[in-house]
């Protein structure tokens, strides 16, 4: 059957395209959800726990009156805290050789045990403590030296109040009255090198009208 070309343009003319195209993206609107629900809790695992082994010989723990001590191979895993707590069971108010010292605003409580000379001074290292301060680290050893004691005792120590100089004072002070309560005989050299004096000295107050204790502003007489 023959179909004519005029009936095909009527056709197709009939037929309305839209010329205008959205440039923009539809959005899907989605209904809220209020309260959202809540997530199912983690349930974890016991026996998935890491064991962590270190690949150093395993020393051999030192158990004295029924105490883990760890030596020294074991704190390479072991944090100071920790070790500190460990040679301290109770805490130091509950040890035996024991000592409190104070300078300016600093006060200390040390606490002396038998070991090779440690000073731990709240839970750190004393060399990184009083940021290797030479005269520091001298004003803490000169009771255990006074004595010969240097290697004799771990020297475990909590100080607070003050600069580092005030504590370091303080420390040294603390120690010299805890080695009293190790022997009653350490007192005479002790004395003798002015370890047991608590130095009262105090920064003086300042005064009203003054800029200071004591300075006063430039005088003008007229």
Request: aromatic share 8%; net charge positive; with cysteine.
């Amino acid at each position: 059957m023959a179909i004519s070309l005029s009936s095909l343009t009527s056709s197709f003319s009939s037929l309305s395209f839209s010329s205008q195209i959205s440039s923009k993206p539809q959005t899907l609107y989605l209904p809220r959800i209020w309260p959202p629900p809540k997530a199912a809790p983690l349930r974890r695992n016991p026996s998935s726990a890491i064991v962590a082994s270190s690949s150093s010989s395993t020393a051999v723990a030192a158990v004295a009156g029924g105490v883990f001590a760890p030596t020294t191979a074991d704190l390479e895993g072991i944090s100071l805290e920790k070790y500190v707590k460990s040679r301290l069971p109770g805490g130091f108010a509950a040890q035996k050789i024991i000592g409190t010292g104070r300078r300016k605003c600093a006060i200390a409580r040390v606490v002396l045990q038998e070991g090779t000379g440690k000073f731990i001074i709240n839970y750190r290292d004393a060399k990184e403590y009083l940021q290797g301060n030479p005269l520091w680290l001298q004003y803490i050893r000169t009771p255990l030296v006074t004595l010969g004691y240097e290697s004799n005792y771990d020297v475990f120590v909590k100080a607070h109040g003050g600069g580092l100089s005030g504590q370091a004072q303080a420390i040294s002070l603390g120690i010299a009255r805890a080695l009293l309560k190790v022997s009653e005989n350490h007192r005479a050299p002790l004395r003798k090198e002015g370890l047991l004096t608590r130095d009262s000295r105090v920064v003086e107050r300042k005064k009203v009208g003054l800029k200071k204790a004591r300075k006063a502003p430039q005088y003008s007489k007229r």
